[in-house]
Structure formats: C-alpha cells, structure tokens
C-alpha cells in the first residue's frame, strides 16, 4: 500500500542506563579514575532519579569535588577540566571494551546533563539465495548434469577452508590483544610499564602497605613520636599519654588505638595500584598495623603513607637523602641531607596549598625485591607521589631528565600545591639516583 512503516526508536529503559553505568564504572579506565566515575554517577543521578534538566557548574564543585559553597567557578576550573577528560574516556570506553554496547552515553559540551540513546544498529542488506548461489552454478549446464563434480572443486574447497583457518587465526590473535589491552591497559606506557611490570608480573608478591592513621592521630595529640618497635609491640596502645594527660584524654587515646583508619588520598593511591594487577594474581592490600616484618624481605613492597602514619618507612631512612622532621604542628619540615648547588637544606611547607611528597625506588633489605616509598606532608601530598608514579608523562619527562632508557634506582622530591583532597600541580624539587645499587 503506501510503503514500509517507519520504525520507532524508543527511549532507552531507566533500568538499562543504571546497568550501562555499573559496567562502565567497572571498567579499567573508569577503576583507575575514582574521582571521574564519581562525577558521571552524580549527574546520571540527578537526571535518572531526580529528572534534572539542568546541572549546573557550581553544583558539581560542591557535591563532588567538595567545594565550599562560596567558592568562584571562573577561577576554579576543577569542574570543566574533569568534564573534558570525562567525555574522552566515555568516548574511548564505547571505541573499545564498549563497542558490544546497544545503549551510549554521551555529555553534550556546555552543558551536564547525560544523554542516554540507543546506539543505531547497522543492517547489511540479505543478498538473495539465487545470486549467492550463481558463482557456483556453470552457466549454460542443464540442471541434471550440475551435480556433477567441478573440476579443481576439491581445491577450492582446500583454499577456501586454509583462508577460513587463517581469518580465525587472525580473530584470535586481534582478540587476545584486545583482551590484554583491556586488562592491562598501562602497558601501552613505555615509561608506566618499565617500572610496574616488576611488581604486577612474575613470581614476587607485591605487599601495598597503607598509613594507620589512627597512629598519626595518637601522636599528634599525645605530641609524643612512637617508634617502629613501640608500634610491633603495641606499647602505644597499652599507656597512650601516660600520666601526662588527664583519664578522659587517655580513654579518647585507647579508643583511637583500637580502630582501624584511613585516608582518602592514599586509599585512592592504593586502588590505582591494585588495579594494575586486574586478576588479583600478584598484589595484595594490607593496613600497616597488620603487616609483619617476614614478609618485608621476601615480597615486593610498596608503603603509602609519611613515617608518622606509617612506621615501616623508618626501616628505610637511613637510606635516604630526604628526610621528613617531626614537628610539633601539622605543617612538617623536609631534610635535604646532603643540599647541592641551587637546593635548599631545608623544605618548609609553611603554607596550606603547598605540600611535599618523598618518593623513593629502591631494593629491599635483602636485594631480592623491589621497594616503593610514597611520603608526603599530608594526603594530597601523598596522592600526587602516586600520580607521579602511574603518569607516562611524568616518568617519561622524568626519564629524560635523567638521559636514561630505564630508571635507575631513585629518591624524588616532589612540591605540590593542592587544595581539599585534590593534587594540583606537581613539580620536582630535587632528586637522587642509586645505580650503583643494582
């Protein structure tokens, strides 16, 4: 009669963008990026569950990135320039692992609010049987003699099914790249792969031992330094304060020896390296109150966290050029041991946005393995020593600074400025390399 009926395309079930967003929540590129996957899943939210046509700047400056709400978005660009690396990996997410996907997400630029849309499916047009089958059929051969066997049709068949072998040989191959790609998408990074590889492969272990930070708040109340052998004894947790300090201060002390607590910067440092070793196989988390001296000489280790909250850095001190000081406030000195021309002996973080981290690779007491330490003056420092250590661009820019193909062994100390809970820039204040400890 008048033509086929158009098709109509409907609107994708609510139930369906939750799923899309549990799978990309769940893939590499999004695991890596704790922060990014809390952004998408905020203004999702608030368009699937709260029905928001419009979600603006300042808002997702407060909620997720923890903003004060007076705060001035033409001077603070967190929100844009987390937007922008936000549709770049949505965009790389449906180009690969998500390429299955029926149903896309997308972020219009200037504004959002996420579109959800069903991806158009492509349909090949069905070739008749008749023509399909005309490339086998003699032409001027009456239909009772077709059946008969067509000279060097055993070797088509032959050609044919070695081509067939070697299209799914080739599938195979592409396959099996992609799916490492997919689970170890950091070793595409030169630079990123050299150092990792020799703590997620091969037969070593690897220990990623975060801060007590329970410890480093008994210290800073009790203003007293514990060392590594009161903290295996426990001797912190029996007489915290002592006689110094009044009953009701002393139960506040027990109660904060008894729990087990974390920060956020270098919980987030964890997960990226855990990450890395996408089947569980070689890496493994431990607080530091339940780490045991044994298992520092036989496994790689990595701690996170100063030598306040995490006591096991002390072990390597000695080996060190940069030194984080007590100090009787928050804001902790760092000790250039052995200044060169143009450093400074003494680094003060006397300012909120500034900070620093001592990052340092080394061996283990027994040369057997492989040691990260990742220090800073406060979390955030601590978080852009881990950013250091994940980025191609840094180890990169850091390896050519050094005219070297692979990394020596090496301290860095690295100045930030940061704001709550967020590394900003991220610069070398000075360095040592120890290839002679090879």
């Known amino acids: 009669m008048g033509g086929p009926t158009p098709k109509v395309i409907e609107a994708p079930d609510t139930s369906a963008c939750w799923e899309l967003l549990e799978r990309i929540g769940a893939s590499p590129r999004f695991r890596r990026a704790p922060r990014l996957r809390e952004f998408l899943d905020y203004v999702a939210g608030r368009s699937l569950r709260d029905g928001c046509g419009q979600i603006h700047e300042h808002e997702i400056g407060v909620e997720v990135f923890g903003r004060p709400n ?38 219009p630029r200037g504004s959002y609010v996420p579109v959800f849309s069903n991806r158009p499916v492509s349909v090949e047009p069905e070739e008749p049987l008749e023509a399909a089958m005309a490339p086998f059929e003699a032409p001027g051969v009456p239909q009772e003699e077709r059946s008969a066997p067509i000279p060097r049709r055993h070797t088509f068949i032959w050609v044919a099914a070695i081509v067939v072998l070697a299209c799914v040989c080739v599938a195979l191959w592409m396959q099996n790249r992609a799916m490492k790609r997919l689970l170890y998408p950091w070793k595409s990074e030169p630079a990123v792969a050299a150092l990792w590889t020799q703590f997620v492969d091969g037969n ?147 300012s909120d946005p500034l900070g620093y981290c001592i990052v340092a690779y080394l061996p283990n007491p027994n040369h057997i393995g492989k040691v990260l330490l990742i220090g800073g003056t406060s979390a955030e420092a601590t978080e852009a020593g881990g950013d250091f250590l994940l980025s191609e661009d840094q180890l990169s820019d850091f390896q050519k600074r050094l005219h070297v193909t692979t990394l020596p062994y090496f301290e860095v100390l690295l100045k930030t400025s940061q704001a709550r809970d967020t590394p900003f820039a991220t610069t070398i204040a000075a360095y040592r390399t120890y290839p002679n400890l090879y």
Do not use: C
């Open 204 to 350: 070593r272990t690897t220990d990623v031992v975060v801060a007590d930070q329970s410890f480093l708040l008994i210290q800073s109340i009790d203003n007293h330094s514990f060392s590594l052998d009161d903290y295996l004894s426990r001797d912190y947790i029996n007489s915290p304060g002592g006689e110094r300090l009044k009953p009701d201060m002393q139960t506040v002390l027990s109660l904060l020896a008894s729990k087990t607590m974390g920060s956020m910067g270098e919980i987030r440092v964890a997960q990226r390296i855990l990450s890395l070793d996408s089947q569980g196989k070689n890496v493994h988390l431990y607080n530091a109150r339940e780490y045991m001296s044994p298992l520092l000489s036989r496994d790689n280790v990595i701690l996170i966290g100063s030598s306040f909250s995490n006591p096991w850095q002390a072990l390597f001190e000695g080996r060190l050029n940069f030194i984080e000081e007590p100090s009787s406030d928050r804001m902790s000195p760092i000790t250039n041991r052995a200044p060169k021309p143009g450093e400074q002996s003494i680094y003060a973080t006397d």
């Open 70 to 107: 007076h705060y001035d978005t033409s001077v603070d660009n967190i929100v844009r320039a987390n937007a922008t690396e936000l549709r770049k990996r949505l965009e790389a997410y449906f180009e690969e692992e998500g390429r299955p996907e029926t149903l896309v997400i997308d972020i």
